[in-house]
């Protein structure tokens, strides 16, 4: 999984920045990168500076709002500066839209979604609803890969498995 | 043998529940309560085979087991394999098989012992996703119940210590229960198969070597790694070198 | 307060009996883990003392208690100054200073962030380098290497939760800036350090016994197999590495080979 700068991964998690991320993905990818696209983080002030405080020093770290993320990301725009880098969204809503606004989203990984109503379990930290199945089945029509598991170690589950068991679970 | 004595019998069963109840209390130390690590390998082996009454035979098995379970992080939702119902189990087998068979806690005996109960490590995850999908079961009832105005919705909260307790507990009661068996095993060994194993247990500290180093999730690991091995062995040949 | 103290306790804030009782409780956060809310039951329950000084009102505690079974997840000790930061803002959301939504916001801006803190902290450096500094001390020891384990783990743990605990309740938000003066990326940096010079140290004595009496080509096979296990360990997983290694000591003491 190692490569050059540009982003490595995109990855969908609510829980953003965790030992997850930090521990197993960036060794993982070879990234030296962590880019935040999200609205609510980017307007608290308290949720960017416990995230800087969690990144290690030598990891580049910006956290920006969906559509500032876009503008960087489309092609023609600026890209991400310098390093390799790990992109994280907080929902798949977030991830659409980074593909509605242009981003090209050559692999999806769906890390941490939490329980909601009207979300069902797809795979053991995932839940999902039906709304958002829609949106990941429009991802992959367009050519994303899309996954789903915690950590790199662990087998990736692809989406036909999530559409099975989204189809045989119960709200 | 007067294992087989009634006495022999009542003995070995007030054996088994000093397992059981310190593996079971072990299994709820490790994640659900307090967390001062004392359900970790190198704490839980010594600590229960004082209660079976060879605590340097715990060691023998703790310290082995603590480092291949160095690097077991428990990240999130992800589940690293169950040491500690691991390091009790065999324990409880071990260390009284290693007393009724007289050998004590000897390299082939540990050996044997984890070559047949390792499996209980992988198997320790179903029971912690087990526990999981009752405790979300606790989850639901306590949020319910806080919905209908019950202010005391959150005392629900312990019983999720009772399956990881009792289903460890029971396991150990088994493997101490089973220990005699495992000792005639050792003392049925030829000398040619005590080696052999005695081979293997040396070939289970090079895999908790390995693994110990594996667990430093650092870049330079590798290069201090092979800064401490080297100075160990250069140490260790000036020490023979001296008469 | 007057000389007559008994009778002015502010019923708008915890008693110092409570907060000690909320600590209690936080060494329980993760009894009830579970996937949909992870320890959202535990949060509940460590703040349930709390919140029975603060809500005399039942229906109006049980809302309270509801509220914070909401998702959590930290790390188990870090959790501790998100524990006490929240005492704080349920005080002023009971005085009617804060609303409800700014506990849940204060929870969930700290929780992830201070998991990754935990993590990195205790569970990938200060457990192994204490593990690590009992295994190598354990021949000269014996079995005080396990009371040297606990003393240096649980003495920097109980010391940092407790202090993250009283913290988080004193300073609430700016729990953050405490915490950033720590140097923690320093200390981390220098705990993984010295473990991985240790596990080296443990990788020699390892060959060193094997080869013990006279047997130096033990010695030679162990350490290839030490270094083999450590590359191939992340693709093969530790079952099979490990019955792969026990059949080859087996085959080399056994004379098999």
New interface residues.
């Given amino acids: 999984m190692k490569g050059g700068p540009g982003v490595a991964l995109i990855r969908v998690d609510n829980r953003l920045v965790h030992g997850q991320v930090l521990e197993a993905w960036l060794p993982a990818l070879d990234a030296h990168g962590v880019l935040i696209a999200d609205d609510e983080a980017a307007g608290n002030v308290l949720a960017r500076s416990a995230m800087a405080l969690a990144i290690p020093p030598k990891v580049q770290f910006q956290v920006l709002r969906v559509s500032a993320a876009a503008e960087l990301l489309r092609p023609g725009g600026t890209g991400v500066p310098g390093v390799r880098t790990l992109l994280l969204v907080r929902d798949v809503r977030d991830a659409s839209a980074l593909a509605e606004q242009g981003v090209p989203i050559p692999r999806l990984n769906l890390g941490n979604v939490h329980f909601a109503n009207g979300r069902r379990q797809v795979a053991p930290s995932v839940y999902l609803d039906a709304g958002e199945m829609e949106a990941l089945s429009r991802l992959a029509s367009r050519g994303t890969e899309v996954e789903a598991r915690a950590v790199p170690s662990e087998h990736p589950t692809p989406l036909s498995t999530l559409q099975t068991r989204f189809a045989s679970a119960h709200g | 043998m007067s294992a087989l004595t009634v006495g022999g019998v009542a003995e070995l069963l007030g054996t088994a529940a000093v397992a059981a109840l310190i593996g079971g209390l072990a299994a709820v130390e490790r994640k659900g309560a307090l967390q001062l690590m004392l359900s970790r390998p190198i704490v839980l082996a010594p600590l229960l085979g004082w209660a079976l009454g060879d605590p340097r035979g715990g060691l023998v098995l703790g310290v082995p087991l603590e480092l291949i379970f160095l690097g077991g992080v428990n990240l999130g939702g992800s589940l690293p394999d169950n040491e500690t119902l691991l390091a009790a189990a065999l324990t409880s087998a071990v260390v009284p098989a290693g007393i009724f068979a007289g050998t004590g806690v000897d390299a082939p005996l540990a050996a044997l012992g984890l070559a047949l109960l390792y499996p209980l490590a992988v198997a320790g995850r179903r029971l912690d996703r087990a526990s999981e999908t009752h405790n979300a079961q606790l989850s639901e009832r306590a949020l319910a119940s806080a919905a209908r105005g019950a202010d005391r919705a959150a005392r629900l909260n312990l019983r999720g210590l009772l399956l990881p307790f009792a289903v460890t507990a029971a396991i150990c009661f088994a493997c101490a229960a089973l220990a005699p068996m495992l000792g005639l095993a050792r003392g049925a060994c030829t000398p040619r198969l005590a080696s052999g194993l005695t081979g293997a247990w040396h070939a289970v500290w090079a895999l908790a070597a390995a693994s110990a180093i594996r667990a430093i999730r650092d870049p330079r690991a590798p290069a201090f790694a092979a800064i401490g091995f080297g100075a160990t062995i250069a140490a260790a040949a000036l020490l023979r070198a001296l008469p | 307060m007057t000389g007559a103290a008994q009778a002015t306790r502010d019923p708008r804030r915890v008693s110092p009996a409570t907060l000690l009782r909320v600590l209690w409780r936080s060494?329980?956060l993760?009894?009830?883990?579970?996937?949909?809310?992870?320890q959202?039951?535990?949060f509940?329950?460590a703040?349930?003392p709390a919140?029975?000084d603060l809500y005399p009102d039942?229906?109006a505690?049980?809302?309270a208690?509801?509220r914070?079974?909401e998702?959590f997840?930290c790390?188990?000790?870090l959790a501790a100054a998100i524990v006490g930061g929240a005492v704080r803002l349920e005080e002023e959301v009971a005085r009617g200073a804060a609303e409800p939504r700014s506990v849940s916001?204060?929870k969930?801006?700290?929780?992830?962030?201070?998991?990754?803190?935990?993590?990195?902290f205790f569970?990938?450096a200060l457990?192994?380098a204490a593990?690590?500094i009992?295994?190598v001390t354990?021949p000269y020891l014996?079995?005080w290497?396990?009371a040297l384990?606990?003393a240096i783990?649980?003495g920097v743990?109980?010391a940092v939760r407790a202090w993250l605990f009283f913290a988080g309740y004193r300073r609430g938000?700016g729990i953050?800036?405490a915490?950033?003066h720590a140097h923690l990326?320093q200390i981390i940096?220098f705990l993984?350090?010295s473990?991985?010079?240790?596990?080296?140290?443990?990788?020699?004595?390892?060959?060193?016994?094997?080869g013990l009496p006279h047997r130096p080509w033990?010695a030679v096979l162990?350490a290839v197999?030490?270094?083999?296990?450590?590359a191939l360990?992340?693709r093969i997983g530790?079952?099979a590495?490990?019955?792969t290694?026990?059949?080859?000591?087996?085959?080399?003491?056994?004379?098999?080979l």
């Fill in positions: 060494l329980f993760q009894a009830a883990w579970n996937p949909r809310g992870m959202n039951l535990g509940a329950y703040m349930e919140l029975r039942p229906t505690r049980a809302h208690v509801e914070h079974l998702f997840n790390h188990p000790y916001a204060f969930s801006a700290l929780a992830s962030p201070f998991a990754a803190l935990g993590d990195g569970w990938l457990r192994p593990a690590l009992a295994a354990e014996g079995l290497c396990v384990f606990l783990y649980d743990h109980l938000e953050v800036t915490v950033s990326p940096g993984k350090g473990a991985a010079i240790l596990a080296g140290g443990i990788a020699g004595r390892s060959v060193v016994v094997a033990h162990i197999l030490i270094v083999a296990m450590a360990l992340p530790l079952t590495a490990l019955y290694a026990m059949a080859l000591g087996l085959a080399l003491g056994g004379g098999f």
